[in-house]
Every structure is written in C-alpha cells, then in structure tokens.
C-alpha cells in the first residue's frame, strides 16, 4: 500500500489494519487487549439547574493486561496524517490516572514508546511496528518497578473475585487493591488507604481480603489459611458490609457482637454472631471476623474480648474509617493494633487525622494511594454539589441583650454579644430555627419535596426542635405519613430505629432527617439530595465526612448532584487547601503531654451510635452543664444568599456566577460580534447552549438569580456584553406585530403561533424539541407525525422553527 493511500485511512482503519495486528504478533492474546475506547471514567456530572448531564468519559484506545486488572501498558491511535508520536501528552496523562507504566502512541508506521518506570536506557524512543514488546517483557519492567521479589510474587498476582453480577472494580480501586497486595508482598506492614466517601471502600477492602487469602500459603509460615479481623466503630457498617460487598466470605467469616441477635445475610441464611458475655468461647474456625472495636475491648484487661485470640492468630487486620481514633496510643483501637502487631495492619478513611496529638500517617506510614473528591467528581463517579449560603442578620451583626433581659424560663440573660457560635449553644433564638426550618421547606417545595435531607444541628436539643419546626411547617405532608420529619441521633430510640428505611432507596420514609453527630461518619445514604449546616463546624475532618453524605451517585433514582443549605457559613471550609489536598502531618506529640492528649479524647465522641449526646466540644465540669438560655419572640431575618458551584478545576466558585460566567464566555467569545456569530451559524441552539454547559458555565442557575424572563440568549448578551435583555414575551410579541405569521394559514399558522407562546414561556430549548408537538395545545391540531406533515417533511418543519428563531433574534440574523 502505498503512502497515499495509508494516509487516506481513518483511525479506525489504522487500529484495525496495523496496530491490532502488531500487538498481537508480540504475543498478546485478545482477552488481554481491551480495545476500541476503552472507557475508564463516567463523565463528569454537570449541574444545570434543576437538572444534570454528562461529560464524555475519558478512554484510551487500547489498555494491555497481563492478567485481568493488571495493565501494563496504554495505546494511542492517530490516523496516518499524524506523526507517530502524535497524543503522546494525553496518553501520558492517562497512563499516569491509571498507574500504567509503559505508553505507547501509533500512526501505523510505527510506535513511540515511553517507559514511565525510567528503567530503560532510554525515556522514549520509537520502534518498529514488530519490535513492540511481548507481555512477559513488560511484565518484567513492572516487577522491577514495582519491587516485587520472587517470594511475593502469588500474592502480587493474585487474582480478583468475580462477581456473578457483572461487577468490576473502577479503575481506582483497582489501584488501591493493586498496590497494596503489592506493599505487603515487599513486606509493608502497615498501610493507609484514602479515598474519597462514597468510592467504594468496603469494596475495596473485600477484594484486598480475597487476595491476600488467595496468595497468603505461600508467605504464611505454616499456617494453611489467612485469619482476618475487620473493625468498624458503628453497628450499621458491619452489618452493611457483611450483607453487601463481604458476601463472597458466605460461611467463612462471622461477627463478634455484644447482643444475642440473629444477622441475616440476602440469601436469608444465619451468619454466626458471636456474643460476648455468658461464659462463651469463641469459635475460632472462621477466616475472616467482623467487629466494632468497642465490641472487643471492656473495661479490664480480663474483659477485653480480642485477648482470647492469640498475639499471631490474624494475619491481616482492616479499620475502616481509621481517623476516629485508631491513630492515638491512648485509643482502645491503638490497643488492639499493639496486641497484634504481627499482623499486616491497613488503615481506610476518606479523612484521614492529622492533628496536634493524632496522626494516622505517623502510625500507617504516608498514604499508599488517594483518590480524592475532587477526583471522583471529576471522573464522575462522585456527584458534585451546588452550595447556597444563607445569611441572617443576627449572624452577621450578632446579638446583645438588653440589660435585665429574661429568657423565656425567667432567667436573666448575661449581658455580653452574641455571635453565631452561641446560637444553639448557650442562647436559643426560636425565630432563629424557625427561619431555617422554613428556608428549608421553601427549597424542598420548589425542588423535590421527597429528596431525601439530613439536617445537621449543633445537638441533640437543636434536632429536637428543628424536627418541631419542620413538622409544623409541613403539615400536609405528615398528614400522609408522621415519619416525613424525623429526629435521628443517638438518644432517640424510635428515630434510630428509622435509619435503616431513611438510607434505603426504596423507602420513601423519612424524607428529612434531623440529627447532630449520629450520621456524620459512615451511614450509607445513597439517595441524599439535600444538607443543611447549621451547626458550627471548626473540625474539617467532620465537615468532609459530613460532605460525604450527599456525594453517592444514584442514576436510577435521579440522584445526580447534591445540594447544601448552609445557614452558618461552615462551607468556608471547601476553602481550606487541606479541604481536598494531600494529608500533612502537623508534628509528632512527645509522649508526656497530657494536656494535649486530654483535649483530644474530648474532641472525639465516646461513642456515637448509642450516647450521642456525650459528645463534648470543649473541657468543662461535667457537673456544671453549659447553662443555656431560651428567648422566643427576637426577631430574626435572611439578610441574603449566594449560591456557588464547583469549578471545572474542581473547587467551589468564590466569586460571583456572574463574574464567573462573564469571564468563561469571554474566554469562549471574546467579541459580541464573536458569539452572534456563532449562535447564527448553530443548526440547534440547544447544541450551542449545552456546549457552553459542559464547559462549565452555569447558564441555568444565572437563569434563576436573574429572577426574569429572560432565553438564555438574552442572559449571555446581558452577563458577557452588557447589552440591554429584553424578556421572551417582548420578542414573542415583536414578531406577531411584525406580520412574520401572514405568511401561514389555517393549522400551519396554528403551529407557529403555538410555538411562539411555548418559546414566551420556556425557551428556545423547547421550541427546538420535537417532544413538544406531543403536548398542548399541538396534540388538538393534530398528531406529531401529522402536524410535520403541513409543513412538507421533517426537514422542511425544522427549517421552519429555524426561521422563526431567526426573527425572534434579529441580532443573529
């Protein structure tokens, strides 16, 4: 063939006739080849409006395995038009997101090969089309890159649990379970994982436990099977795991429990609960064991549960969500971890604890692998959020007392000013929650009155009442069902009892939760849509556990983005460069200070799930309760909002979403004539407009802080070029006086002016919808197929819609 004629192909014809067939002549067989784009994200999720859309997901051409989940390699394809190194860059780049070590680039010349692993004499080179390398040479080049010696090789190969439903790890969970099998095959045996929540961490963890059995006979000297303890601090997620991503160890792992209550799995089957008190003795035939960590530790070292285990008896030990406390040497965690120390110990949280006195990497080393927030949204596998703060006056300007002033119990108020961190705390302004609670009420009703909402209170006092106020504000809906509000925190029996059907998806009820600590860490909702903060929150691993509640994605219930009302501007936090960066560790605690230590057992809870209300924030004379005081009838008012988006770089917008839109338009359109160019030349406006989205630029939400009736046209002229906007409904009626509709009759003139009205009430976006005849008033002129019909042909319709569109925008035209 001649030069000529390879240039003529496409890239696909490229792939197939040349690249396909080198691959393979190097040994590598279909079944480790996944080519033809190979998609790797989900497209990221953008927020317009009411509703959300997707990115296309990044892929490569080709991603070579040397066993499933195991690549070694990534191809890029070009045409033959391009040089051989062409997307060399963006290959690299994808390489580097998928923890690949060699990249390839192709035109069908031949290949441009860049070693990542720096082990080879050259960083890149080009080579012939049959000098490509064979999977056991690139395999070679991983194994030293990745240090992996002959001894640990079962483990750093084994391979993953197949799921009989189809289900694969996503490409960072492939990493994070990669590296880690890895780590323990060097002989790592502390390790600490981080990802984001909502990524899949107990996933994760169930196939790191898999392989570590799989590969463990070989390194485990002498024992015939690996022994693996779990720990979790809360009741819900050990029962969670075991019933979801655990059920690959049916019949080889059980729970270690303070109660006698039966746990079910799917399959309706018992699993072995093993109670603690009554003189039992634990069986201690089962592989791999579940427990909360309270559940293994007494008062007593003769009452601590783990020590009827030998110091050698488990081999690997995970804690999930590791930052609440495992890290402290006072911890009972810490305790459990020194008893076996010979175990591989494995640290998972999405926040990880860098503090004055605790620190997870001080124990578990820097993170073998982090997959952040920001990354998952990026990718799409996380949902992004739309924040909206709240302003009261009484926030901003604070409160002061009259002198002698009496709360409602008769009590006189001190005399000092009062600023948001009292609010809840010391003081209670009654027309304080009320104004929350019906911002609230007033969101819901204009968006989803059945998304699913946590409301985050100070305490267990503030839930309560919030719960109250939202009740009385929503009358109707608890009419139909009392569990619309509930409270939810640990002193609440009947609430508690609750949570199981508020994070079921399938459950309607509750819709709206009121709690304090309770469901900050660990509760899987995976249909929120809505958080409200009005707590004050200093500690930012609680604001991002909190946060971490509404990022599940759930597509098959519309879930596709969260909302957070912030009534005490604790989003300021989203600013903080340790909000979403790397963990730093502050610096060691010498081991005699106290003082530091005593603070931080106050900072944590003693136990979340069954006292909540013990949650301390600061030291005080636990017989001398913080006096608190009640004045219903002090006015309070919403001074103002501000609703904020998450950038394309990830980070929530500061500035205005005006200033922001001038700015991203400008970069798009750099002139008026610019932009009436492009919006004359666009076969559908529709097209142009989610273009614009896709980039970033939040047309929807300006839309609703315009408060007018303005076509996105208008608001884009007005916000990027400062032109006068001028309603939909002026330039609906500019064309009726303007004799454009003389030129059709009977039912063709019917349509047009049914388009007319429809464009004065919606939009160009629904005009251009072909949807639209299907409704009123179209469906009375005749059906869809019909009413095209008066007009010729589909073509012919469409051209009319364009044309009128051209005199609704005589700017354009």
Not at 44 to 65: C, F, M, Q, S, W
Not at 613 to 622: A, F, H, L, M
Not at 784 to 808: K, M, T, W, Y
Request: with cysteine.
């Amino acid at each position: 063939m001649t030069d000529f004629n390879k240039r003529s192909l496409t890239e696909t014809e490229i792939r197939t006739r040349f690249i396909t067939p080198a691959i393979s002549l190097a040994g590598w067989p279909l079944d480790r080849t996944r080519e033809e784009f190979f998609y790797f994200s989900a497209g990221r999720i953008n927020v317009n409006g009411k509703k959300a859309t997707r990115r296309l997901p990044k892929k490569v051409d080709y991603l070579l395995e040397y066993q499933p989940n195991m690549p070694l390699a990534v191809v890029e394809a070009k045409d033959n038009s391009h040089a051989p190194g062409a997307g060399m860059q963006q290959a690299i780049e994808y390489a580097e997101q998928l923890d690949v070590p060699a990249v390839f680039t192709s035109n069908g010349d031949s290949f441009v090969w860049h070693d990542r692993t720096g082990l080879r004499p050259q960083l890149e080179e080009t080579i012939a089309l049959d000098q490509f390398p064979s999977p056991d040479v690139l395999y070679s080049l991983y194994r030293k890159w990745r240090k992996i010696e002959d001894v640990g090789e079962p483990l750093a190969t084994a391979t993953y649990f197949a799921d009989t439903s189809g289900r694969k790890p996503r490409y960072y969970q492939r990493i994070a379970v990669n590296r880690v099998r890895e780590a323990i095959a060097r002989g790592q045996r502390r390790v600490l994982l981080v990802m984001a929540t909502g990524t899949g961490k107990t996933y994760t963890a169930a196939q790191i436990i898999w392989q570590f059995m799989q590969g463990f006979s070989v390194q485990a000297n002498g024992k015939d099977q690996a022994r693996v303890l779990y720990l979790a601090d809360r009741n819900i997620l050990i029962d969670q795991t075991m019933m979801n991503d655990f059920t690959m160890f049916r019949g080889r792992m059980a729970k270690l429990s303070t109660s006698h209550k039966t746990i079910r799995d799917v399959a309706d089957e018992d699993l072995p609960d093993l109670a603690i008190g009554g003189g039992r003795i634990i069986e201690k035939s089962y592989e791999l064991y579940l427990s909360l960590y309270q559940a293994v530790t007494g008062t007593s070292e003769r009452e601590d549960l783990f020590r009827q285990f030998s110091p050698d008896f488990f081999d690997l030990i995970i804690i999930d969500e590791c930052h609440r406390g495992s890290a402290r040497a006072e911890s009972a965690w810490r305790e459990i971890l020194d008893y076996f120390s010979g175990a591989v110990q494995i640290g998972m949280t999405a926040t990880p604890k860098e503090t004055k006195s605790v620190s997870n990497i001080d124990y578990f080393g820097e993170p073998l692998y982090q997959y952040s927030l920001r990354q998952g949204i990026e990718d799409g596998f996380l949902a992004p959020y739309k924040v909206i703060r709240v302003a009261m006056d009484v926030d901003i300007f604070g409160f002061r007392p009259t002198a002698g002033m009496l709360d409602d119990e008769e009590k006189e108020i001190p005399d000092r000013e009062y600023g948001q961190k009292d609010f809840s705390r010391s003081l209670v302004l009654t027309q304080r929650d009320e104004r929350v609670a019906e911002r609230l009420t007033e969101f819901l009703k204009a968006t989803d009155p059945f998304a699913k909402t946590i409301v985050f209170c100070q305490d267990v006092s503030h839930a309560n009442r919030m719960r109250r106020a939202l009740i009385n504000l929503n009358g109707d809906q608890v009419a139909v069902d009392s569990r619309y509000v509930m409270q939810i925190t640990g002193d609440d029996t009947e609430g508690k009892l609750e949570l199981d059907s508020f994070i079921d998806p399938e459950s309607r009820y509750p819709v709206v939760a009121t709690t304090s600590k309770l469901l900050t860490t660990g509760v899987d909702a995976q249909t929120c849509k809505v958080i409200v903060l009005d707590s004050h929150i200093e500690s930012l691993t609680e604001f991002k556990q909190i946060i971490g509640r509404g990022t599940r994605v759930r597509e098959d219930y519309d879930k596709w983005f969260f909302t957070i009302l912030d009534f005490r501007g604790a989003t300021r936090l989203f600013a903080d460069p340790e909000f979403d960066g790397d963990p730093v560790k502050i610096f060691e605690l010498p081991e005699d200070s106290e003082m530091e230590s005593a603070v931080e057992d106050l900072e944590e809870p003693f136990d979340p799930e069954e006292d909540e209300q013990r949650w301390v924030e600061y030291p005080r004379d636990p017989a001398e309760p913080r006096p608190k005081y009640f004045l219903r009838g002090e006015p309070v008012r919403i001074v103002g909002e501000r609703v904020q988006l998450v950038g394309d770089d990830g980070r929530l917008i500061t500035e205005s979403l005006t200033d922001y839109s001038r700015r991203n338009l400008l970069n798009e359109f750099a002139t008026l004539r610019d932009f009436l160019s492009a919006w004359s030349s666009s076969e559908r406006h529709t097209a142009l407009l989610n273009e614009l989205s896709d980039k970033g630029i939040p047309l929807e939400e300006l839309q609703e802080l315009a408060g007018a009736e303005l076509d996105p046209f208008d608001l884009i002229l007005h916000v990027a070029y400062d032109q006068q906007p001028i309603r939909r409904r002026d330039r609906a009626n500019a064309v009726r006086v303007g004799g454009y509709l003389s030129k059709y009759q009977g039912k063709a003139r019917a349509v047009v002016e049914a388009l007319l009205d429809k464009y004065a009430d919606s939009g160009v976006r629904t005009v251009e919808d072909l949807g639209i005849l299907r409704v009123a008033p179209f469906h009375t002129i005749g059906t869809p197929l019909e009413i095209i019909s008066l007009f010729g042909s589909r073509e012919s319709f469409q051209a009319v819609v364009r044309d009128l569109q051209n005199h609704l925008y005589p700017e354009a035209a």
